[in-house]
């Protein structure tokens, strides 16, 4: 099993929707980000956290929220889904020292229509 | 976070050393060098990270100049599997600021 999972893989949702998207991993990290990536760009970071009562706005945190469930637990949604959310979604985690950097899931494609 | 420059692309015959630029003048003292890759449309995949010294592991060797300003990522013989882009990223060692930052990276096309 992925050390940090993302579901789903794929999802197209319409404009106006609420959609979320989770990310579960087995690191034992303390430390989960949530990033998304449009064509040709480098990853911009949505919402941080770094432990289950602390949550932390990123770059492009507008349209977006979060939810820190458990230490191996970090969802994210879209209140109401619009199409240009449409992008690559990475979730990652680290531990609080980054002894081996970032560990990064297999991204979620989201498609708002 | 330090601003990074990287060439947008380069290319590097398979089992050459694939020799990746980065300028980063505006490091501070308290700023690490880290190198990621994306493979495609992957994950990206953390590579290797150092302060001052040189650093190699079982993927690649990182070598930082002496005044810091700017680094290069070494990839000893360079295989297909290596196309990828790659990201130099500066930041805090830890702490709240020590966030990753993406920039747009090189894209390394490996050839046979």
């Known amino acids: 099993d992925a050390d940090v999972t993302q579901t789903p893989r794929n999802r197209i949702t319409k404009t106006g929707k609420r959609i979320m998207l989770e990310c579960s991993q087995t690191?034992?990290?303390?430390?989960m980000y949530w990033y998304r990536q449009d064509p040709g760009l480098g990853l911009r970071l949505i919402y941080y956290?770094?432990?289950?009562?602390?949550?932390n706005k990123g770059e492009i945190s507008d349209g977006y929220s979060v939810s820190r469930q458990a230490q191996a637990k970090f969802s994210l949604s879209l209140e109401s889904a619009i199409p240009n959310q449409t992008a690559l979604y990475f979730c990652?985690?680290?531990?609080?020292?980054?002894?081996?950097?970032?560990?990064f899931g297999s991204g979620t494609r989201l498609t708002v229509v | 976070d330090a601003k990074t420059t990287q060439p947008t692309s380069m290319d590097c015959a398979e089992g050459r050393a694939a020799n990746l630029p980065c300028n980063h003048s505006?490091?501070?003292?308290?700023?690490?060098v880290y190198w990621y890759r994306q493979i495609h449309s992957q994950g990206p995949q953390y590579i290797i990270h150092?302060?001052?010294n040189n650093e190699t592991n079982e993927m690649a060797s990182l070598i930082i100049t002496e005044d810091r300003k700017s680094s290069t990522l070494i990839l000893p013989h360079a295989t297909l599997r290596d196309t990828a882009v790659y990201y130099c990223?500066?930041?805090?060692?830890?702490?709240?600021?020590?966030?990753?930052?993406f920039g747009t990276g090189t894209r390394l096309q490996v050839t046979l």
């Open positions: 505006t490091i501070s003292g308290n700023e690490y």
């Open positions: 690191k034992g990290h303390d430390r």
């Open positions: 990223i500066v930041r805090p060692y830890t702490g709240t600021a020590s966030k990753l930052t």
């Open positions: 956290s770094f432990d289950v009562k602390d949550i």
């Open positions: 150092g302060l001052k």
């Open positions: 990652a985690t680290s531990d609080s020292l980054d002894r081996r950097g970032y560990t």
